[in-house]
């Protein structure tokens, strides 16, 4: 603990930074929660929720790649404050939103909220190293990652009240101010946000071609960033079939009813962020590459024991204990990555690589989602959420083995020259 409080101490733009994404992802929060108690009171199908949260997550896939390499073209800062303005401001047709037949209207404001943010989050990503230390910055990230899980757990509790307490129009108030808040916080940054580039370059779009082109060049000629972009591609597909079986694994398989479910939740918040606790205080001990290793293999351990207890003992406190245990590998495995991919990849290159691993993420969870409601249905629940455990340890015995020496090594990158296309 106290490592994280003098970190943020020293650090100004760090804290600025945090406060900001503490912000604004639990207004996002807040809306996801509300949309989806509000589409479902609305319209009585589960369809439609599902078209909700397709509509958030198929930008990620589609925008990814383009919307980092333009996070490398333009003021990182700028970028993310800009952002923030027309996230606020693309949230304005939802109170327009009154009955079932308005519904088109989420759908077509989430794909355009989750367009915007895939400039956010990768010029998000790559700001971080310039405003800590080098050896500082396993720590930032593990902060970073902590605030995501209060930002979940504060963000799905406020919007569940808003919703029920004032519908639609007071979680889409609450998000819109979460994004002003955060633009303002940004706004203070007095680290600078722009990236060494000829001025050029950033205006001709055969040049975006080209630096893409660039970007994936990097990633195909670097052992080490295809060994991590294959980790989130499968790590990422796990996600997708928890998120789609974590239900009927616990009203089904334990037998909880609807509020022991939420206790499970919760229980999955708490450990992350008392994971995040822990992972920061010590993750300036352990190089990164066994940050992400060593904690991938204890979350699929974890993982494993969580799914397998209820074939022999049918209760929920186990698994509730375990989504609290399972906290810490996670914090650990999850800085461990971020430490790797900002560390390792030249400034100028950092945004199109977390937009490339934004999309191979984003299309991995659409795979998991529809691969875990298939395969469920034939080979059951337990065995499917098992796999996914035992794919965590695997890849993080990979992660030991592939990526031990890359926690100080820079990945070769094509040059600036060649990527500008002048």
Not at 175 to 185: C, E, G, K
Not at 228 to 240: D, K, P, Q
Not at 268 to 295: C, E, M, N, P
Request: hydrophobic share 55%; proline share 3%; with cysteine.
């Amino acid at each position: 603990m106290r490592t994280t409080w003098r970190v943020l101490a020293a650090h100004r733009d760090l804290r600025l930074a945090l406060s900001a994404g503490l912000i604004s992802m639990s207004g996002d929060w807040i809306l996801l929660i509300g949309l989806l108690y509000q589409v479902y009171a609305m319209t009585g199908s589960t369809v439609a929720s599902g078209f909700t949260m397709l509509s958030a997550g198929v930008p990620q896939v589609l925008l990814g790649p383009v919307a980092g390499t333009l996070a490398d073209r333009w003021d990182r800062k700028k970028t993310m404050v800009y952002a923030d303005l027309l996230l606020a401001a693309g949230l304005l047709p939802l109170l327009a939103v009154h009955g079932r037949g308005d519904v088109w209207i989420v759908y077509l404001v989430l794909v355009w909220e989750g367009a915007v943010q895939q400039f956010f989050s990768p010029a998000q990503r790559a700001m971080i190293p310039r405003l800590v230390p080098d050896d500082r910055l396993p720590t930032a990230n593990a902060i970073s990652g902590q605030v995501g899980d209060v930002a979940r757990l504060a963000g799905s509790a406020l919007g569940g009240v808003l919703a029920a307490l004032g519908g639609l129009a007071a979680v889409t108030i609450a998000d819109a101010a979460s994004f002003l808040v955060s633009a303002a916080l940004l706004a203070g940054l007095r680290t600078s946000g722009r990236v060494a580039r000829e001025a050029a370059s950033r205006t001709r779009l055969a040049t975006v071609a080209t630096d893409l082109r660039a970007g994936l060049a990097l990633v195909g000629k670097s052992r080490t960033l295809r060994a991590l972009m294959l980790f989130g591609l499968v790590t990422s597909m796990g996600e997708g079939v928890f998120a789609t079986l974590v239900t009927p694994f616990v009203e089904h398989t334990l037998h909880g009813t609807s509020r022991q479910f939420g206790l499970f939740a919760a229980a999955q918040a708490v450990g992350g962020i008392t994971g995040g606790i822990f992972a920061a205080s010590i993750s300036h001990r352990i190089s990164a590459s066994r940050l992400l290793g060593y904690g991938a293999v204890a979350f699929g351990a974890v993982d494993l024991a969580i799914f397998l207890y209820p074939v022999v003992y049918v209760a929920l406190w186990p698994a509730v204990v375990g989504m609290i245990v399972v906290g810490l590998p996670s914090a650990l495995a999850a800085a461990g990555m971020m430490t790797l991919l900002q560390r390792g990849v030249q400034d100028a290159f950092r945004g199109r690589v977390f937009g490339a691993l934004g999309a191979v993420q984003g299309l991995a969870v659409l795979i998991g989602t529809v691969a875990a409601g298939y395969l469920s249905s034939r080979l059951g629940t337990i065995p499917v959420l098992a796999a996914q455990g035992a794919v965590w340890l695997l890849a993080g015995l990979a992660v030991v083995v592939r990526v031990r020496r890359a926690d100080r090594r820079r990945f070769p990158c094509p040059t600036l020259v060649a990527s500008e296309g002048s």
